[in-house]
């Protein structure tokens, strides 16, 4: 709140722990300020906005109806413009930059003096209440880079002009009420890498212009009129570049014509959204080379033809959506390549033949809607095997034969309906006993055949638990509901970074840095890695971020993308950091690295001044060290999250060490960051390659201070996947006690603390107290996991297990349950419990 809006890239915000952190950041807020000042942002030093821009933004202010009041801090006659005085607005010498009032309940219109604004970067306004045009004089802004203009009221065509902005990257003027067609000229910026014009009710046809961008990878303009046909010159322009587009979204539209197979050019193609449009004729063959296709949805149009036999080579491939077409012929075998695949809808389509059995080999799919086609033959058994199955229809269709057991007891009758030779689903459709033996009798026979006999107990207490598992199931339906609902609710705009999830990039643009290059920022350059957010360099600079803490590699900020994604960037420590190419180098290798306990680089920036920032994965629940340290009394960690925790560690670890060929050498609980669910994920792995050998030397020093080093790193200045082990005994023993290695016990570090009181046998009381409730039912396990911590902070190296092994005992310790057996069934044959004592 103290100096908000005051420059790019990093707003501060409040939110820290304590003074402590608080004079940190005041301290890094002045270093941030002095060294991006050249690059962005104006910090108030005395100069005056420029006349003509004051005059600008006079008539912009005139133009809207400011419901809020947040306008009223531009009272003055110009001096606070460019002095952080006035609300949304950035400046470098003089000039606004950058005018960013979303959210503000902004109504009117936007002036056409804007165009006025000659070093306008970005223009921010989404989520207000606009109406009017776009303003025509967009196209005069040269360096306009961001026009956000989303979910408005905006209203007439979109102005052609704006495509003569030479740098422009993103163009989201989604969600309004635009009408007329859409420019071709707006492919003419080499720059754009996102146009969303979706949810308007532009018309015409999809400029065959923007097909042959190199730059564009986003196009989304689902939710209009548009009408045509896809244009068929797909990846066609000048040379032999390659497209970047990954995320391509037409649906909702008035679509004609067919699918073309240029498509299959775009080979970092990620989603293809085409359904609810007229689209006829047949798949083409050659999109099964589209091989980082996640998603492709075709539904709720007219196509023919057969499924295509090249899809099985859609290996990314996590969601098909071919409903409501007339596809006919059999699916071909081979479906069992796409591992990933989580949700395959062919339903209402002519599909005859039977249904392959390798969808059985799917293990992770977790929907499967095969329902109004023709096909006949049993239902393969394997699909019975599918544990993540959640959602399954076959209804009407030609099938026969018994239903597989596990899948008539996971599914009501609704899935199996409107198959006249389908038994076993239901108590009105019994099977005749060994269902394939009988042949003789006639295919009405099962259905007309009664049982007479009485239901026996067994048959009671089936019946009975099968409709408490449905109601069960009901119950964890509706629980799930709910907690996605609250999820998305609290995460406000859940759908976007779902589609986004899908626009991440990775290798193979560039064979010198394996990651996706983006133009950079004045001289800047942003390279991403895989990932679930792409964005720009502007959107990473102009992110508003908040500390969350230093390191000694440099600071970490927790930033926020327009688009409300978080991600984590951390500042490297000026002259600390090797040379570019060597930096860039050891950071492709380090942005390769992908371990669900390990925090994942996503992307880095270097500044035309030398600035570097790495963007990581952000984790919701901060460090181990504040999750155990910085918690109010009445906060309980219980003991399967702190197993959850250490195993997790020790897994990253064990993948450090013996598949990178990494020693972390600064493990300590203020680099665990911890995700939603508190698993553990390791940070600052790795850093040391990217930084000078005397830089790394400070860092051994600081790390001592701390209570994680191994004695021997006093001597040998080396660490080692020993020293490493000790680090990680340390962090147990911290989930173990509770206590903080840095607090020294009776002059006694955490360690030797711990064994001194083992040695006198007070076992018990090395716990933290929270656990000792719970010692009747895990003092073994508690006891076991401490000596194996002990083991690891043994003082002499060699006595040390390895990684790999701590992991070994650990789950060991974690699963004693194999000798518990099963106490729910069977009472009669459980021995009374033994009184010996
Ligand atoms: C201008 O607005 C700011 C912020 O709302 C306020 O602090 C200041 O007193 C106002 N100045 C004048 C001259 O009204
Ligand atoms: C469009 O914007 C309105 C608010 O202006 C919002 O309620 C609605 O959810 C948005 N629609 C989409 C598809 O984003
Ligand atoms: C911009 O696009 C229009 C229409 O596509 C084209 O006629 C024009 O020549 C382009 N201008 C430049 C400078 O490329
Ligand atoms: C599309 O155009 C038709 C008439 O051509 C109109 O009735 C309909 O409202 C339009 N849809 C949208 C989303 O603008
Ligand atoms: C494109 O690449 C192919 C081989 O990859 C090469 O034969 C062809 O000459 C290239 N064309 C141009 C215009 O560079
Ligand atoms: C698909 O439908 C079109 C007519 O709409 C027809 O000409 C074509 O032969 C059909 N193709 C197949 C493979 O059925
Ligand atoms: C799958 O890809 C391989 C290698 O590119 C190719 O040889 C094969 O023909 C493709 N399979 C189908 C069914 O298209
Ligand atoms: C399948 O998904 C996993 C986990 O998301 C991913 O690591 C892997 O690369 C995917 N496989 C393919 C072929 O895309
Ligand atoms: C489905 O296929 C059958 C032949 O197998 C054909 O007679 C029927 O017209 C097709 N239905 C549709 C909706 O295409
Ligand atoms: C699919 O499963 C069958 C047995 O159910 C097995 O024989 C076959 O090897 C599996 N195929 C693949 C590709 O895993
Ligand atoms: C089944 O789902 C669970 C939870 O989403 C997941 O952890 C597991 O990996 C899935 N199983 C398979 C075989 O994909
Ligand atoms: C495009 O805009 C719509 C509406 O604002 C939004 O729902 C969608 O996620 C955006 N698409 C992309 C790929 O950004």
């Known amino acids: 709140m103290f100096m908000e809006n005051k420059f790019c890239p990093f707003q501060i915000m409040h939110g820290f722990n304590n003074l402590f952190m608080f004079m940190y950041a005041l301290l890094f807020v002045q270093l941030l300020a002095l060294t991006y000042q050249p690059v962005l942002g104006q910090q108030g030093d005395g100069v005056v906005v420029t006349k003509s821009d004051y005059q600008a933004l006079r008539a912009f202010k005139r133009e809207l109806i400011d419901f809020n009041g947040v306008l009223r801090s531009w009272n003055d006659s110009g001096y606070g413009a460019c002095s952080g005085g006035w609300a949304g607005i950035k400046c470098v010498k003089g000039q606004v930059i950058a005018i960013q009032l979303p959210w503000k309940r902004l109504g009117g219109r936007i002036s056409e003096k804007i165009g006025q604004l000659q070093a306008l970067r970005k223009l921010s306004l989404h989520d207000n209440v606009l109406a009017g045009p776009v303003p025509w004089s967009l196209g005069f802004l040269r360096n306009l880079r961001g026009v956000y203009l989303f979910h408005n009221r905006l209203s007439g065509s979109i102005p052609p002009s704006i495509g003569n902005c030479p740098l422009l990257q993103t163009l989201d003027l989604s969600n309004n009420s635009l009408t007329g067609t859409i420019p071709s000229s707006l492919a003419n910026s080499t720059k754009l890498f996102r146009l969303n014009l979706s949810f308007n009710s532009l018309s015409g046809t999809i400029p065959p212009s923007l097909t042959k961008s190199p730059s564009l990878t986003i196009l989304a303009l689902q939710h209009n009129n548009l009408s045509g046909s896809v244009p068929s010159t797909w990846g066609t322009g000048a040379g032999n570049r390659s497209y970047l587009l990954a995320i391509l979204t037409l649906d909702h539209n008035l679509i004609s014509g067919t699918i073309p197979s240029s498509l299959s050019k775009l080979g970092f193609l990620e989603e293809i959204s085409v359904n609810n449009n007229q689209i006829t004729g047949t798949i083409p063959n050659e999109l099964g080379g589209l091989t980082r296709l996640q998603k492709l949805d075709l539904s709720n149009n007219a196509i023919n033809g057969s499924f295509p036999s090249s899809f099985s080579n859609l290996s990314s491939l996590v969601s098909l959506n071919l409903e409501g077409n007339r596809l006919d012929n059999h699916i071909p075998e081979g479906l069992d390549r796409l591992q990933n695949l989580s949700v395959l809808n062919l339903r209402k389509n002519n599909f005859s033949g039977h249904i392959p059995a390798s969808i059985g080999n799917i293990s992770g799919i977790y929907q499967v809607d095969l329902s109004e086609n023709k096909f006949s033959g049993e239902i393969p058994a394997s699909l019975g095997s599918l544990a993540n199955l959640t959602s399954f229809n076959v209804s009407h269709n030609n099938l026969s034969g018994p239903v597989p057991s596990l899948l008539s007891k996971k599914f009501n009758s609704s899935s199996f309906v409107g198959n006249l030779q389908l038994c076993g689903y239901s108590t009105s459709t019994p099977c005749s006993s060994p269902p394939p033996q009988i042949l003789p009798s006639p295919p009405t026979r099962p259905l007309k055949k009664k049982h007479h006999h009485k239901l026996s107990t067994k048959d009671i207490i089936l019946i009975a638990a099968g409709a408490l598992l449905a109601v069960l199931l009901l119950l964890c339906c509706i629980l799930l509901v709910c907690l996605v609902r609250k999820r998305s609710a609290s995460k ?283 010692v009747p039912t895990i003092g073994d396990v508690l006891l076991n996991t401490l000596k194996l911590s002990l083991h690891c902070v043994d003082p002499s190296p060699a006595a040390r297990p390895e990684a790999q092994q701590v992991l070994h005992q650990l789950e060991e310790i974690q699963q004693p349950e194999a000798n518990v057996g099963s106490a729910e069934e069977g009472t009669e044959e459980v021995p009374p419990p033994s009184t010996t004592d």
């Open 492 to 774: 406000g705009k859940n759908d976007k970074t779902v589609k986004q999830a899908a626009a991440g990039s990775t290798d193979k643009a560039a064979p010198a840095t394996t990651g996706v290059e983006y133009g950079g920022e004045a001289g800047g350059k942003l390279v991403h890695f895989d990932g679930p957010f792409v964005f720009t360099a502007d959107d990473l600079l102009c992110a508003t971020a908040e500390i969350m803490g230093k390191s000694t590699y440099g600071t970490a900020y927790k930033a926020t993308l327009e688009e409300g994604n978080q991600v984590a960037v951390k500042r490297l420590r000026e002259k600390t950091t090797k040379g570019q190419k060597e930096f860039e180098t050891e950071a492709a290798a380090l942005g390769k690295i992908r371990h669900p306990n390990l925090l994942a680089l996503r992307a880095y920036y270097l500044g035309p001044k030398g600035e570097k920032l790495l963007v990581f994965d952000y984790m919701p629940n901060g460090s181990l060290a504040s999750f155990l340290h910085a918690r109010g009394p009445e906060t309980i960690i219980d003991w399967p999250t702190r197993m959850n925790i250490a195993i997790g560690v020790t897994r990253g670890l064990c993948h450090l060490h013996n598949q990178e060929n990494i020693i972390h050498g600064n493990l300590t609980s203020s680099n665990i960051l911890l995700d939603e669910q508190t698993n553990g994920h390791i940070a600052d792995f790795g850093l040391s390659r990217l930084m000078t050998a005397a830089a790394n030397t400070n860092v051994i020093a600081t790390a001592g201070t701390l209570g994680y080093n191994a004695p021997e790193l006093s001597k040998a200045k080396k660490s080692t996947t020993k020293t490493d082990v000790y680090s990680l005994g340390v962090i147990i023993l911290e989930l173990l006690t509770g206590k903080s290695p840095g607090e020294p016990m009776n002059g006694m570090d955490l360690p030797q603390w711990v064994a001194s009181i083992v040695k006198e046998e007070w076992t018990n009381e090395v716990f933290d107290l929270e656990l000792m409730r719970d």
